[in-house]
């Protein structure tokens, strides 16, 4: 018993448990007590470690800045010297601008722009954006660089000043420095100016460069000098200290980050203990139940040290994508559920197939033993446990949608993006989890139904039964527990699959070796996805329906809540000491950006909404002003009715429209409480700008507009007293009424599927109950039915990715199995599958290719023809309403003007006059310095310079992708005077739905020809290679000798051929054999004649010489005759005993009785076999019994023989002290019986020699045990095998074959 | 000897009820919303209150179960510089968890609270810890009511 559980762990003395266990424990405490004493140390000497802190800081930052400057200065000085560039400027003639500017192109890469200046210090050539305005007075002969601060970027600008034929040039480099941008949007956000110098910093910085820069006076702030390139000291950054207590918190937190890393390996390595230890645990279900604890204690622990998320900080551990308090916090983020998913995944695997193993083994046989009452209870236990299991997943799923933020619903994209992508791996573990513990459960009643139904049964009667039963149930499950998240359908249907797919599983673990092959496993995996893809898609469809529930939640807001509270905090904020100082300073950049800078800093910023805000100076002149989505009302006369000194808040309601305003004013006073100016502040509080919103999105924060993102088309309607009064859709007809049907209803939200001149609608009636409304009011938001187009690319996307996931997981299991040696059995069915797939697919992803490629020129020309003809109408507009024929005329136009032209011509655009903007119909975007002042490089060199009569670009803001027309505006005597830019910035939105039915359309088709084309390739596959399966079978059958083999397919081709000759072939191996084997019996009898003749003989000479010897005693009349009788006939008995002995040994080698073959346990016989040598107190047995299935076809008594003679053998060996080892193991149809001794061993010289007959390392042996034994062992079809070594031990191998028709 | 042991278990009971008056949050609750509780109102406006003491209470105690307990099926919530949209009820108890880990609150009250049927709100202010440095906020709450339960709507930090 000891010695049994000591050898359970032995494993633990291997060098990974003995030696890092204690190690990591050994780690956990020195890092805990180092951290202590060195916090003690720190507190202790505080001063000097934040000294060195902080110089090494200052170091860190000076040497970022001169590297930030060199990288530019590398660039500017390549390009001085490149000899092309020189060449141009020596000679310049018509072509030289265009050459340089096209130069300057070609040279700028990762967002720097570049200026030229010639020696009157004049710009001739540019590219990039124009940002901020260099002083040429910084232009000198010596290289030089400086930082300008706008007030929304800054720039590092750097001077290569060179000479070219002794004219003095220079070239000047702006490289984006910081961005003071507060707007935080999916098209804008910081992190999209990852190029900057403050980018990657681990803490805030402010800064200041200017002469005035100066050290901080407050304690609290480290000033740090930065050096241009001429060594000058050109500004200060500014950061805050570090306090003793939270440098404190960093070194602890450090600590607790190495503890938690050092614990989890820790716990990892206990887990790998637990696995080694659970081996040797019996029965299945107690090492299940351990493993099971064991996984989700590491689990638990994970989560509790918090890792990964505590080490590295990942935004897949953010709860702001998903979280549900389910399993108290394993589900608390989209990594989190992930790595709970793939826990799961392992924990079913674990469980599963070890008991799928003893079911379709062992376990079956002992199911039959099941009485009948209990067997339709454990069925029903089943199917209980199945459905909730069902609901378990479908609840879990439902979670996934609605408790997240991820836009399941978004059709733009093919391959989701990446928090997606992880949620939908996650559910597919869990869909996966679900699919093996359902068919097993099936497995499991099937097996059960199959001991209750008649064996005279075919088995489709079985499976024919169970089905019926498991809807039965069903029925009755979902009549008492309803559940609205699946339907009772749902659940038949799902029942009627799973019964499939157990039929198609049971079949083939049958044929093949394992229980999880890999078709087996592929059917898993597309019971999973055929579980998950309808539950994911109702879910999301319902999501949309959610979030139009909310838009309606929204409409119906009172207005006067929260946007009061919004118009309060804008007025404190945007009337604060900064715009205080701005107003009071001279400068006038930041005076006029002021509106903008003080709104993105505000909560209107924050919040998005239409507003205008305009800034006054102290006599009423408007200095700034700043709209999006509307045009400020109080621009002409600011305080008119309100007191300039006093803070005014209002609302007011615009006639003929359900749109309101809050109108609200604040003085701006300096910090001495001097009237410094005034802000004027709109914001609108309409319901349909929820909907239709007229501000650029781009300029937006993320907030309520994520109600926009709708993905399906949206329109909203006003219904007064049952008749349409307004709606954003030009669908509606106007004479539109409400059906008396919904006007009667009580009910809050009323969801209707309409059709409305011939489009269908999901729409949502609710009505305003607001009680100046009198309820007469009712709103409709109609979202546009989705045909059966939309679905199919919904599901097939889906089914892309996770061939693309299953298909990776694929090659990293092939990539490991290769790595650790192993080698991967592909049959010849999958080979031929996988030739066809790739043969298909590749034609038709080249195909898709093109086409794509195609689409895109397509898309291109369309946008770019689209572009020529919105340019060309925008400039005779403009030429006609304002006679444009010399340039003073086009600088008179202003913003409002284009505006009113746009919405004209419903086109958006700006002009340039000369290179630089003279005005915008979006004038919000240059103010807020997304788009450039200054005409893009190219479009100049190529529509002034090259006179282009149009020119298009492709340009981008942040991760917004845009293309832009440009086209000239020509004097009367053909001079260029300006130039119209039309951008697809603003209608992004028609593009994205274009390119979105595009992909459904093109998706839908190439994902059809590729399921079409794998189908036909896996039947073609199936049928190619299915005669080769029979032939690989029935040549195995022979193998085993089983002839009886019909391979008849009836085909007329050379595989029938083949067939046929196969047949024939075996018949002849078998009449060869059976010739074979009379002659080695024959030989095999002459062989034994002569043994027996020999052996006879040796005991014969004894008793004939013994005879002799007593004979001459007698004759002799010897005087102890008495005596010498006595010892001769001793020594006669003897050898008559030793012929007894050979004789028997002969018989039972040559003869053998007759066979009775029975079904027998090679357990029960084993077990007997080693209770004959209980006696033997000084040998120790070991059982491992770990075969699932141990019944065999056998004479039970020879079996029993066979054994005692290889454990007699074994006891032999050891000198009767020692410990044998009974193991067994079984697969699919073979029972392995290993007897393991630690005795002498058997040397290899000898040991191929042990069965023979004849052959004994025993002095008194006949050599006969073994080769009777092996007799025994090929009599039955199996195998045996011995290894040995010496000093060691030996081992003898019995492979067997099993009674599977006993199952 | 007994006595002694009576004398002995009455101090420690007395010193346990101080420390816990002194630390209860309620204690801090009952000034911040003492003048709303002490006008004459309808039980319709005395279950408002309740529920904007406890969500006090929550902000707080850093608690975000406190405040979670309240949302609605839906929930908008803005936190200040962060999250800025409609989440379930079970996502938003996270979120606003995870906030309060980073940002500690050294005090906060609800200052003022609209009762205004049907969209009561309360907005209050306090100061609150990030990393190094000190910041005030403000709060914003509405409620709306859903199957006769007062449910916060949205939840703004600003």
Known sequence: MADSISSRFSFLHQRRYKFFIPFLFAVVIIIYGAGYVYQIYIENNWSSISREYEQELADKLQSRFHSYQQ???????????????????????????????????????????????????????????????????????????????????SYLVTIVPFNVNSTQWYLV????????????????????????????????????????????????????????????????????????????????????????????????????????????????????????????????????????????????????????????????????????????????IIIVVPLMKWLLGKGATKLHSVKKSSTILIIAGCCFLLFLCMRGFVASVNSMVFDSTLSYNNPTFVLPPMELAVMLVSQLCISISLALFCLLLMLCS??????????????????????????????????????????????????????????????WSKESSAVLSFRSILLVICVAVIFLLPILDGNVHDLDHSHVELLSTEILRPVNTWLSVVMQRALDELANTEAANVLSSSDSQAITKLAFTQWAKSILGREGNNCAVVMFDRHGNIVSNFQIGMLPSRLSEPFKDISPLKRYLDIEEKSGSSEKFFLGYSPVFTADGEFIGGVWVELSAGKQSLIVNDATNLLKNYSREHLDQHYRKVNLSEYYQGKLVSTTSQSIPREHLISTQILSQQSSLIWVDETIDNKSYETLYFQDQNTSSQGDIWFAIRMESLDVRWHVYSYLRYVLFYIIVVLIVGILFFIVHIL???????????????????????????????????????????????????????VSTVQQEFGVNVPVELSRIRNEDCVEIANRVNTNFNIYYASTLQASSKPEIFTSELLDNRLSANAYANVILKKKNFYIENQSIGKVPYVVGYRPVMADNGAIIGVISVPTLFQQTEIDEELTNRNVFLFGAYALALLLAIGIGTVFANQISSPITQLTNATKDIALGRWNIHLKSGRKDEIGELETAFEEMAKDLQRSQEHMLKAQREAAWKEMAKQVAHEIKNPLTPIKLSIQHLRRAYQDNVKDFGG??????????????ALTRIASEFSHFARMPERTLTYCDVHEILGEAKNLFNQETTVVFNKEYKAQKSVILADREELRRAFINIIRNAIQAMNVKGTITLRTTSDIDIIEVAITDTGSGISPEVLHRIFEPNFSTKKDGMGLGLSIVKKTIDDLGGTITIESTPGIGTTVTMKLLLSLEHE | MRILLIIIICLVSFVGTTTAEGTNAEGVLSISLDSLSEQNKSPEVVALTDVFKEIERGVVTQDAKLISKHFGKQVFLRLKKKEDTYFSANQAQYVLQNYFNTHRIISFKLSSMNEELPSPYATGGGTMQIKNSRVLFQVYVALTKMNNRWVISEFNVY
């Not at chain 1, 803490?203 to 407050?218: G, L």
């Not at chain 1, 740090?224 to 070194?251: F, W």
Request: hydrophobic share 50%; with cysteine; aromatic share 12%.
């Open chain 1, 71 to 153: 990288t530019t200065v590398v660039v500017l000085e390549r390009i001085t010297r490149l000899q092309e560039f020189t060449s141009k400027l020596q000679s310049i003639d018509s072509t030289f601008l265009q050459s340089i500017f096209e130069l300057l192109s070609e040279q700028t890469k990762g967002g720097l722009s570049l200026e030229l200046f010639d020696a009157h210090k004049r710009m001739v050539a540019w590219t990039g954006s124009y940002g901020v305005d260099v002083d040429t007075a910084n232009l000198s002969s010596a290289l030089n660089s400086i930082v300008l601060q706008g007030p929304i970027t």
């Open chain 1, 1124 to 1137: 010498v009788l006595q010892q001769v006939s001793a020594t006669i008995l003897e050898q008559i005993d």
């Open chain 1, 446 to 507: 099937y097996l059960l139904v199959s001991s209750m139904v008649s064996a005279k049964y075919h088995s489709v009667v079985k499976w024919i039964f169970m089905m019926a039963f498991l809807i039965a149930l069903s029925l009755l499950f979902g009549a008492f527990s309803e559940n609205p998240l699946i339907s009772q359908t749902q659940r038949i249907v799902y029942v009627l699959l799973l019964v499939v797919a157990t039929q198609l599983f049971y079949r």
């Open chain 1, 173 to 348: 480099g702006k490289q984006l420095f910081d961005v003071n941008y507060p707007i935080n949007n999916r098209f804008i956000s910081n992190d999209v100016f990852t190029k900057t110098f403050t980018h990657g910093l681990s803490f805030d910085v402010e800064y200041i460069f200017s002469s005035a820069a100066k050290v901080s006076n407050d304690e609290k702030v480290l000033s740090v000098p930065m050096v241009s390139l001429s060594g000058n000291n050109i500004g200060y950054l500014y950061l805050q200290r570090q306090s003793l207590s939270t440098y404190h918190e960093e070194v602890r937190s450090n600590i607790d980050k190495s503890i938690s890393v050092t614990l989890c390996i820790l716990f990892m390595l206990l887990l790998f203990a637990l696995r080694r230890f659970a081996q040797t645990i019996y029965p299945e279900i107690v090492r299940a139940i351990l493993l099971t604890v064991g996984i989700w204690s590491f689990r638990y622990a994970l989560l509790l040290l918090n890792i990964p998320n505590g080490i590295y900080s990942l935004t897949l551990f953010d709860a702001s994508y998903f979280a549900s308090p389910f399993g108290f916090g394993i589900a608390q983020s989209i990594g989190d559920v992930c790595l709970s998913a793939i826990f799961l995944l392992v924990n079913i």
């Open chain 1, 820 to 874: 650790r040696g192993k080698k991967i059995a592909v049959n010849f069915r999958i080979k031929l599958m996988l030739a066809f797939m790739i043969v298909s697919i590749i034609p038709v992803l080249v195909l898709a290719y093109y086409n794509r490629q195609y689409a895109i020129e397509r898309n291109e020309k369309a946008v770019s023809d689209h572009l020529s003809d919105q340019t060309e109408i925008v």
